[in-house]
């Protein structure tokens, strides 16, 4: 790496070196080996595996899944942020801190329990079932669920300090020319927060696609309902059908990367609206 | 501004009726639930679920391959925080995306590329096997697998806030006659505290919780190569459901506590005008 | 840049393109704060401009405007062409009197509030204050009735407004009142409860007592919107991800003004403000001065009869400061529009403003013309901040003003000394002061000394064409007057063994 400019402050050697190292050995070497020894498949075998009936099913289960959850997510997420960030009422702090239990909690904890709580006998899924004949545990409403729970706190931090750094002036300018209180969300403040609640979402369906720990339990993993796609990726594994599993992987992967893609180019765009201010 | 910002009255209740309704039903009743399923007879059921010895020895090896991850990857963070930081080269860029792909990689992908690398298929393999390494389907693996996991986190919390700061303050210190390791001590600590311990505290988190990535890599030997949360599937798929929920409420208390931590470093972090966490 | 003298109050409303006033010039001797009755003149309109009217020469520019410019830089000389007046536009409403852009060579001012359809009644057309008469001096209606019979015609006026937030009081007891068509200043230090007074006016905030009115209407409990006012935020608060044009236009979208007619006034006002060809441009492609023009097109779009500007300045870097203060001016004074600015800035004030209202800690200290501010403060604090005072103890021991009470205090102001240069015959010497010269600061149009004398440190600024002085030199000075603090108040004292020719701020402009 050629030294255009010379560097003042010391350390490059040994940060680079150690970053450099580690870097490789967690993160390059075994994602390179992995699709340098799927390459062995072949294009042919890649297709064959990806195009199964069976795989693609639990494809479209975790991407429908997914997509419900997120969606879900970026309603109540904004709603959470607004509702901390703007109003002031009890308990609001204790919501607040308890935004991030689904990062702080192991996912089969999370699993087991939300299983237990929306069975027909649980908490949940009792009443549930009695009243209104809807079964959430082992069906595709408990996958939405479980990646629900996972993934609340993606929108609700993306949107929140963006709300916080919002300044007033913006919805008392729109105040002072006219605009309603739903003029001054949509068109004024909307547009502010839309990035970030994009992102948010983004993320969000990204961390559901890859879920696995919490959904196992209470999916029922029924092929071709309710299985998922990460499941896929195990029960091929654990029959040592490796070249099968890792073109599934694959296939995830790569949506994995688009994903952050496309956060990566809303984040920039959001950024050059921005401005300087 | 008065009373214009307070907004519709009607709108308002709705919007704090909702939330606390999406967060009961979501996050107050599964710890609930936890809770209660442990302690549905007593305590002594729940003790002695968690003293069983297979539970202690996940217990154990959960903590082990936690403090591994965090120690690592906090090392990792500092270094990197600070050559990404601190520094303008090339492939910078590709180091930073670098870094957040084991962000964006589901756990069960995580495990399979490390059994990919140095399983049985892996090109490592023929290596370790003449020296006797066991990786895959054993302790080393797991470690590793959670050290993939949570890779990013310090190094996410520490350069953003890294990167506002500027380099002036190094610099002022490094004309001054100041070596690396004492600059680094002493000028950039200080500043990105907060933030590291924000960092180790989701890396801690996250590393006693992994799931899907050790799952993989684990061989499942009750004793041996199990994680607490492993140890929980087991237990529950077997319908033995309330040891597992008893072992589930050592790691709801964990929880709890990482999440008393983050709000406390937060609320401290905020009130220090210094810097920022996020 | 050519300086276009500033009108002095009441005496100047041509620069205002309206009908001409009755010229009145400042009587001596009135209470600070009261400006003469502005004339009958209702809220500007197409209606209102004289067709070809030339306008009062007196200020020193042309009458008629020459070739289209600007006054702001980018499109030709910086400062302009003062002569350059037409904003283009003028497009008439109906039985509009002004002609097109073509008016811009004939010489009818140009207004700038063209209405392409709006009538000057309709200048908020969601009908804010339709129970309040334009410009409320005009004829009086229901709420002016009682404005009628006060005897400043004031346009906007605040009595005994009192605003505390929690402990902290940010107006006490704050009464000002503004005529029609003047620019006022609200001129204090940070804190002072200016940006407070501002944000009441505007309705931003709810005074906790006393009464704001607008064209004679109290307008406590109306909602901003209904005022009409224009607010021009420090930071501009652009929409960021609206265009420049939708930035301009929300305001009329707001009121349901049709689109065709949108159009037209948004174009109007950019043309107004030198914005042309940047419609489509988001407010983060913009340079600085750029969006503070954009945020005034947007505030003026719906034609408010009330224009209110939070620090205007404060987020400009330096050079382009004063260019853009010489444009508001300018924008401000042809539109006619009624204004009201916050700053913490003095030379900003002074030069800008028709009034200046001073605050400090929550009360207004004195409001009126900067001249009379800086000749008749009414209060050793607005002695001390106009100018760059010094303060000095008990000031009896300097020459001529032994007469001074024991241990009070006073503020000379640097062009109140009088520095001898060295070698010339020196005029009073019975009257002079020994002085030491401390230290000289070169300040680009003269030199600043600093000056010992009798244990006192003054200021004063000495001309570079005088013989230079060095510090340590020994200089006679002469001490002209000061303003002595008596109680709660500042009086002009002159040196009773001088007699200059000039008398301080007795002039006539």
Known sequence: MKRTRKKTLPGFGITMGVTLAYASLIVLIPMASMAVMSADLGLAGFWRTVSDARTLAALKVSFLCSLAAALINAVSGLALAWVIVRYRFPLRRFIDGLIELPFALPTAVAGISLTVLTTDRGWVGKPLFELLGVRIAYTQLGIIAAITFITIPFVVRTVQPVLEQLSPDYEEAGLILGAGPASVFFRIVFPEILPALLTGFSLAFARGLGEYGSVIFIAGNIPFRTEIAPLVIMSKLEQFNYDEATAVALLMLVCSFVIMFIVNRLQVRAASFAGEK | ?278 | MCVSPKPSSGGMPGARGTAPFPASSPAPGKAPGELPPAAAAPFRGPQDSPAGGARESGSGRPAGGGARGSAFPGHGAPGGDCGAMSPGTGTGGPGTAVPGRASAVSGAPGLGIGTSGLKPGDSAPAGPESEAPRGGAASPGPGGAKAAGEAARAHVSLEGVNKSFGDFSAATDVSFSLPEGTLGALLGPSGSGKTTILRMIAGLETPDGGDIRIGGTRVNDLHPSRRGIGFVFQNYALFRYMTVFDNVAFGLKMQKVPRAAIGERVRELLALTSMEGLERRYPGQLSGGQRQRVAFARALAPSPRLLLLDEPFAAIDAKVRKELRSWLRDMISRLGITSIFVTHDQSEAIEVADLVIITNGGRVEQAGTPLELYRDPATPFVARFVGESTVLEDYGALVGFEGAPRGASCAVRPEFVHVCPPGEPVQFGNSSEDAIVESVSFRGSSLELRLRVKGYELTSFYSLEHAPVAPGERVKVLIYRVYAFDGGEARLVNNSRLSSQGNGYNFVI
């Open chain 2, 1 to 278: 501004m008065d009373g214009w910002r307070r907004g519709n009255g009607t709108l308002r209740v709705f919007l704090i009726a909702f939330s606390f309704v999406f967060i009961t039903v979501f996050l107050v009743l599964p710890l609930c639930q936890v809770l209660w399923k442990a302690f549905e007879f007593g305590f002594r059921p729940f003790w002695e679920s968690v003293s069983d010895q297979y539970a202690l020895k996940a217990l154990k090896l959960s903590v082990l391959t936690t403090v591994a991850a965090v120690i690592c990857n906090t090392a990792f963070g500092l270094c990197a925080a600070w050559a990404v930081t601190r520094f303008s080269f090339r492939g910078k860029g590709f180091l930073i995306t670098l870094i957040d792909i084991p962000f964006a990689v589901s756990p069960v992908i995580a495990g399979l590329v490390f059994i990919m690398t140095f399983g049985r298929l892996g090109w490592a393999y023929p290596f370790l096997s003449a020296h006797d390494i066991k990786i895959v389907f054993a302790v080393p693996g797991l470690v590793l697998a959670t050290i993939f996991v949570t890779f990013p986190f310090v190094a996410r919390e520490i350069i953003p806030v890294l990167t506002a700061r500027g380099t002036d303050e190094e610099e002022a210190a490094v004309l001054m006659g100041s070596g690396f390791f004492t600059t680094f001590r002493r000028v950039t600590l200080p500043h990105i505290r907060w933030a590291l311990l924000y960092g180790v505290i989701l890396c801690t988190a996250r590393a006693m919780g992994e799931f899907g990535a050790v799952s993989v890599v684990s061989g499942h030997l009750r004793g041996r190569t199990n994680t607490l949360p492993l140890h929980i599937e087991i237990l529950f798929r077997e319908y033995h459901t309330l040891q597992s929920f008893s072992a589930a409420a050592i790691l709801v208390a964990t929880a709890v506590l990482i999440l008393v931590a983050r709000n406390i470093v937060e609320g401290i972090s905020r009130k220090d005008a210094d810097y920022y966490v996020r």
